[in-house]
């Protein structure tokens, strides 16, 4: 059964620094979805994708985030100078469309920590 | 906006013990309503999910959850559970926001069963 993956599967950086995480989606889903997870929090989404676009952003989603997909595979999420509170688990998802009657299918994440 | 309340935060439960994790919900539409797990160190996986017709669905493991419209709640099932469905549980709810989706997660139970 097919499945997101991303890469890498944790990640340490130090404050100020910029990182990327990768995702491969579904090979034939069109729309995708970054989430992150604070240790003990919920799941909370950040960002949604189509056509080389944002379709939705939440309020978290500021200035130091973008995403990209820089090929027909690719769907990377860049934290341009990450802060401490940004240490996270962040989870990619996607989907076939963006219709009501959907499902996301998420892949394993990513472990952020920021020192 | 769509909101998730899942109540019980930390459940812990002797095995063949029956399960009933709580969620209710808040949206004034249509919604789709998912149970994920997520087993230690692993990603979220779908567990069920509603979007029309029989409001008790089956998933997989043995879980079902029942739709109850007039109490906006979604409560998830199991008979008897065992050591290996020691995860955590999230309840999410799935809403067309400006015209795309956007999966919104409760808190999330900590099921812990107790050999």
């Known amino acids: 059964e097919p499945e997101v993956t991303q890469t890498p599967s944790h990640q340490v950086t130090q404050m100020g620094q910029e990182v990327i995480l990768r995702c491969v989606p579904i090979?034939?889903?069109?729309?995708f979805y970054w989430y992150r997870q604070i240790l003990g929090q919920k799941v909370e989404f950040l960002v949604s994708?189509?056509?080389?676009?944002?379709?939705?952003k939440s309020e978290i989603f500021d200035d130091q985030f973008s995403v990209e997909r820089p090929d027909g595979s690719n769907f990377t999420l860049k934290i341009r100078s990450t802060k401490l509170e940004d240490s996270a688990m962040y989870f990619c998802a996607s989907s076939v469309d963006g219709a009501d009657q959907e499902t996301q299918y998420f892949g394993p994440g990513t472990r952020l920590l920021v020192l | 906006a769509q909101s998730v309340s899942q109540h019980n935060h930390h459940v812990i439960l002797s095995e063949a013990a029956s399960l009933e994790l709580g969620c209710n919900y808040s949206y004034g539409g249509t919604v789709n309503l998912f149970w994920y797990v997520q087993y230690p160190g692993q990603h979220l996986q779908l567990l069920l999910k509603?979007?029309?017709?029989?409001?008790l669905v089956k998933g997989i493991k043995g879980f079902e959850a029942e739709f109850i419209k007039s109490k906006f709640s979604f409560n998830l099932r199991k008979p008897s559970v065992q050591w290996s469905d020691t995860a955590e549980y999230f309840c999410a709810v799935n809403a067309l926001s400006g015209g795309y989706q956007k999966v919104t997660f409760g808190t999330g139970t900590k099921l812990q069963v107790i050999p």
């Open positions: 994708f189509y056509n080389n676009e944002i379709s939705e």
């Open positions: 090979s034939n889903h069109l729309y």
């Open positions: 509603y979007f029309s017709g029989d409001p």
